[in-house]
């Protein structure tokens, strides 16, 4: 039997998902696993590696058209689970690539929009960020500072965002603003008089991420730049569905890493006259481990036949999201204390997952928001 998968997952996969499987997974193993530490240690996005991701088809896989690999639901979550075993910074590329800047351009954008930016997106040619969270509160879109209003054929906009995954390195960004009719989404290519990027320092959590902010000082962004048919929040939202289902695969292989490791430290480490693994207490927090990965896998390979099915509901994926993040976390934490003092060390993963969860268990909607989205489902009452 495999530890990391105790249900067999595998053999639900179809063979084009496990052939997709393992080659992202030698890609992690060959390429990720050898320069993660350093990248994390020195805050660096390993960009090197972007031009490999395209070559897999990995930038925005599961759409259909303009050179994107149209997989299925399930193959586009193993490959995000397969990446963060690596590193949560390379399944937040590829899900802000993929699902927040790609996917908007595809569901939203016009003809002219998807065959001038996919094909090259696709290719890793072009880097998209998505700029939706404002320095005053990300749980609250609704309640956005950032203003387009019409000059002319044009649009005007002025404001600010904050913590936007790759927003230094991204030629251009899909970013979100209220105008008199509401929120509209306009596509701001890198350069644009009056639009800057600049990195956030001194993170804790996906130091091999790029994570910055943005300063819009009244940027001329032409009609034709605006996604035409992405009209209120809803826009924004539907976007975010699409890579909080990909963080629920995704943080998956975060906690397999941690299990791998554990099983393999506690086997080969002597206390007390035995290896660790032949105590009662170190069993049974494998086994815990064992059992919070086994359920989210349960999970999100349902949520991605209903997603394939066209019957995904947004409350399910933040059920799965919230699970998912606390269960992976949760893994990470108790991996680091397993490893006792090694655990501290960059040279054991759990730490560097540690870290990172803290960010995907707060990004794209808190583990909070998303207990109060089920909470509203089950009473018909939003408290938020
Ligand atoms: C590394 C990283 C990368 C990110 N990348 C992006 C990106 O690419 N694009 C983007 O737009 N955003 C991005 N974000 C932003 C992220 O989505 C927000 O941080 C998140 O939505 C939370 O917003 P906030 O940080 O402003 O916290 P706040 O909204 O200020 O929340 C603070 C606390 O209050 C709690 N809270 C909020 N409302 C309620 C309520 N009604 N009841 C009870 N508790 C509540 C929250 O759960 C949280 O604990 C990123 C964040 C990080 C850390």
């Not at 975060?254 to 032949?278: M, N, V």
């Not at 108790?334 to 540690?354: K, N, Q, T, V």
Request: overall charge negative; charged content about 20%.
């Amino acid at each position: 039997m495999n530890p990391l998968d105790l249900f067999d997952l595998r053999s639900a996969l179809t063979e084009d998902e496990q052939l997709v499987q393992d080659s992202v997974a030698r890609l992690v193993d060959a390429r990720v696993l050898p320069l993660i530490q350093e990248c994390f240690e020195h805050h660096r996005f390993p960009k090197e590696l972007v031009p490999e991701l395209a070559a897999l088809g990995l930038l925005g896989a599961t759409l259909e058209g303009y050179g994107c690999a149209g997989l299925s639901s399930t193959a586009g979550g193993l490959i995000c689970q397969e990446l963060e075993r690596g590193d949560s910074a390379l399944r937040s590329f590829v899900s802000v690539q993929s699902s927040l800047a790609m996917f908007p351009i595809w569901a939203y954008g016009s003809e002219a929009q998807k065959q001038q930016y996919l094909p090259r997106m696709a290719r890793g040619e072009l880097i998209g960020c998505f700029g939706l969270t404002e320095p005053h509160g990300g749980s609250d879109p609704a309640n956005m500072k950032t203003k387009a209003r019409r000059s002319g054929g044009d649009w005007l906009l002025s404001g600010s965002k904050m913590w936007i995954t790759n927003a230094t390195i991204a030629d251009l960004c899909v970013c979100w603003a209220d105008t008199e009719d509401g929120i509209r989404g306009f596509i701001i290519e890198k350069g644009t008089p009056g639009f800057t990027a600049s990195e956030i320092e001194h993170k804790f959590s996906l130091r091999a991420s790029a994570t910055g902010a943005l300063f819009l000082d009244n940027v001329r962004v032409p009609e034709s730049q605006r996604l035409p048919d992405a009209a209120g929040l809803k826009g924004p939202l539907s976007c975010l569905t699409q890579a909080r289902y990909g963080i629920a695969w995704g943080v998956i292989g975060a906690a397999q890493a941690c299990l791998a490791q554990l099983i393999e430290y506690t086997a080969t480490r002597e206390l007390f006259g035995r290896p660790l693994s032949k105590n009662q207490a170190i069993q049974v927090r494998l086994a815990e481990m064992a059992r919070g990965i086994t359920t989210a896998q349960m999970l999100v390979l349902q949520l991605g036949k209903l997603k394939d099915a066209g019957k995904l509901q947004p409350v399910q994926v933040s059920l799965a999201k919230w699970h998912n993040c606390r269960m992976a976390i949760d893994v990470a934490r108790d991996s680091r204390d397993m490893l006792g003092a090694s655990g501290i060390s960059a040279e054991f993963a759990p730490i560097r997952h540690m870290l990172n969860l803290e960010s995907v268990i707060t990004y794209e909607g808190t583990e909070t928001v998303h207990q109060l989205a089920v909470g509203r489902e089950l009473t018909g009452h939003s408290a938020y």
